[in-house]
């Protein structure tokens, strides 16, 4: 996007593409020509090079991350009245997989500074119908995975990572989705590795875990008109795979010019007053997703306004935590710190190839919005 540009949008995803164009245009047209539109050796070929990357044994590309989530706990065994911790500062498709299954998410509140959910309250969260853990790389920051399979692991509990906001991340060299018993990632145009429509992927080193996905995906059969289980239909497009092939060689590079321009937001944004600007967890690697700031003093909606007025976009992720939704209106819990980030989070634009001078305006905007 050109910094003459009147307008500054939250994202740009066009540079990515153009600098490939040539690529994708190639495999695109390959799959048209091919005539084999679902499945085949397009999302093959993705499903191995996924695998490699994430050092996993099992990817299976599927039609969405919701569907990763949901066939996830579904081959993890969750039931109904069991109960699974996660974070309530999130986007919902985090518990609604567990809510599908009439099983109940359990919340844990999320640190200021990192907006992850709070490891160490989770242990005092378990009780005797708790099956699992979800925990979400939320905007690309990596939780603390180390303790929270510690606690897991001696409580008898799953692991499903969250990584729908966090492709290419890590924690202790180990690339996030690969630590838990298994990973859900989304494919969502607006993600690190995003496509160019729906797609997501479900990644486990459990055998028996990975056949299970890979059945249901299929409505639920091993052989065609053979149905052995109740599945649903959740294939990644063969043109999409062809996209995310050509994508993935480049998203260590592009991940990393994400946090290039986060640190030039850092640099220029750090100690302006009624401001906080993320921090980076020593553990890990933070692939900013989004560059989500703390707008203090119940001022973010009116910062928000001055900024829509200067010509950039922002967004809020998320307004009203997930206990605060209409869906769960029952539950009768607190969950404070995430009731004030949601009042005062507010991201700003990023993207791999976002220039200086537009992250400049930014700044300059943001700056004048809060004087």
Known sequence: ?????????????????DSIWS???????????????????????????????????????LNSGTDALILGVHALGLKPGDEVISTPFTFFATTECVSHFRATPVFVDIDPETFNFQVDEIEAAITPRTKGIIPVHLFGQPVDMDPLMEVANRHGLWVLEDVAQAFGGDDRGRKLGSIGH???FSFFPTKNLGGCGDGGLFVTDDDAVAETVRILRVHGAKKKYHNEQVGVNSRLDAIQAAILR???????????????????????????????????????????????????????????????????????YYEKPLHKLPVYAGMDVSMPVSEQCAAEVLSLPIWPK??????????????????
């Open 182 to 184: 298994a990973g859900a």
């Open 23 to 61: 690529e994708v245009m190639a495999a695109v047209e390959d799959v048209l020509r091919s005539g084999q539109f679902i499945m085949g050796p397009n999302v093959t070929g993705f499903e191995k090079e996924a695998a490699e990357y994430l050092g996993v044994k099992h990817a299976l590309g």
């Open 354 to 371: 976002i220039e200086t001078a537009v992250q400049d305006r930014v700044v300059d905007a943001l700056k004048a919005a809060l004087a």
């Open 246 to 316: 050509c994508k993935l060689p480049h998203i260590d590079g592009w991940n990393e010019a994400r946090r290039t321009a986060a640190h030039r937001y850092t640099d220029a944004l750090i100690g302006v007053e009624g401001l906080v600007t993320p921090i980076e967890v020593e553990f890990g690697t933070h692939v900013y997703h989004q560059y989500t700031v703390r707008i203090l003093g119940g001022r973010r909606d009116e910062v928000q306004r001055k900024l829509d007025e200067a010509g950039i976009g922002t967004m809020v």
């Open 1 to 17: 996007m050109s910094s003459t540009l009147t307008r500054v949008p939250i994202l740009d995803p066009r540079p990515e593409i």
